[in-house]
């Protein structure tokens, strides 16, 4: 059995199975990525309900493992050198395809394209959508300048129109299904959270909405949505 002791997280989210996969998330865009490619790649793991308050994600036990309090991290007892934590989403799932040999792509070429649309989502269509989302359903929609909506409005526009161009004559972003899937559907999803999808136009996305149905349809993705619970 591991010991996971020397990870001051499972003071605060014990471990009932030590020996599988601890995950440490919310049902956010960013959290589901991990629990989806969990349940895709059939990999033993127990999740834990971190909430979004400062209680959780800047508790002392949390930033022993991230630093930058954000949901979702992982400690795998059974690491390459040994039991071992990591943040960031895009991270965790680059770990877990190379830990199970899917999804992450089996040539060097498939490698680097999946890591491609990984790094779009990661450095673009994530933080852009998430600011979309923050001036038009939360506290930034009290906000009297309307630059800012427009702003992310707009570049959330430009992305949608790379996506559905690139989703023209393929079911998958980087060809057979992956991690880059994992990453980008999720936050595809949240336009309806946020009540974006009339100013972006979503109806106008046919192979962008397409996508999100055979990704939603999926039943590691059912599983994934709801995993951690929210309470």
């Given at each position: 059995?591991?010991?996971l002791?020397?990870?001051?997280?499972?003071?605060?989210?014990?471990?009932?199975?030590?020996?599988?996969?601890?995950?440490?998330?919310?049902?956010?865009?960013?959290?589901?990525?991990?629990s989806?490619?969990?349940?895709?790649?059939?990999?033993?793991?127990?999740?834990h309900?971190?909430?979004l308050?400062?209680?959780?994600?800047?508790?002392?036990?949390?930033?022993?493992?991230?630093?930058?309090?954000k949901i979702?991290?992982?400690?795998?007892?059974?690491?390459?050198?040994g039991?071992?934590?990591?943040?960031?989403?895009?991270?965790?799932?680059?770990?877990?395809?190379e830990?199970?040999?899917?999804?992450?792509?089996?040539?060097?070429?498939?490698?680097?394209?999946?890591t491609?649309?990984?790094?779009?989502q990661?450095?673009?269509?994530?933080?852009?959508?998430?600011?979309?989302?923050?001036?038009?359903?939360?506290?930034?929609?009290?906000?009297?300048?309307?630059?800012?909506?427009?702003?992310?409005?707009?570049?959330?526009?430009?992305?949608?129109?790379?996506?559905?161009?690139?989703?023209?004559?393929?079911?998958?972003?980087?060809?057979?299904?992956?991690?880059?899937?994992?990453?980008?559907?999720?936050?595809?999803?949240?336009?309806?959270?946020?009540?974006?999808?009339?100013?972006?136009?979503?109806?106008?996305?046919?192979?962008?909405q397409?996508?999100?149905?055979?990704f939603?349809?999926?039943?590691?993705?059912?599983?994934?949505?709801?995993?951690?619970?929210?309470?």
């Amino acid at each position: 059995m591991a010991d996971l002791s020397h990870f001051p997280i499972t003071q605060k989210w014990p471990a009932k199975d030590p020996s599988v996969i601890q995950l440490y998330s919310f049902p956010t865009p960013n959290g589901v990525k991990v629990s989806i490619a969990l349940e895709e790649m059939g990999l033993a793991y127990e999740a834990h309900t971190v909430t979004l308050s400062d209680a959780d994600v800047k508790s002392p036990e949390f930033l022993s493992l991230n630093p930058n309090n954000k949901i979702p991290a992982i400690v795998d007892p059974n690491g390459p050198e040994g039991p071992i934590g990591l943040f960031e989403s895009g991270a965790i799932l680059l770990y877990l395809a190379e830990k199970s040999g899917k999804f992450g792509g089996t040539t060097a070429t498939e490698k680097a394209h999946i890591t491609q649309w990984l790094m779009f989502q990661m450095g673009g269509l994530g933080p852009m959508f998430g600011q979309m989302g923050f001036f038009y359903k939360f506290a930034g929609a009290q906000i009297e300048d309307p630059r800012p909506r427009e702003r992310y409005r707009d570049e959330a526009k430009r992305l949608l129109t790379v996506l559905d161009k690139e989703l023209a004559e393929k079911d998958w972003i980087a060809g057979g299904y992956s991690i880059a899937d994992m990453a980008i559907a999720p936050w595809l999803r949240a336009t309806d959270f946020y009540g974006t999808r009339d100013i972006l136009g979503w109806n106008n996305y046919k192979n962008v909405q397409a996508y999100l149905d055979r990704f939603l349809k999926r039943p590691a993705v059912q599983t994934g949505l709801v995993t951690p619970p929210r309470a």
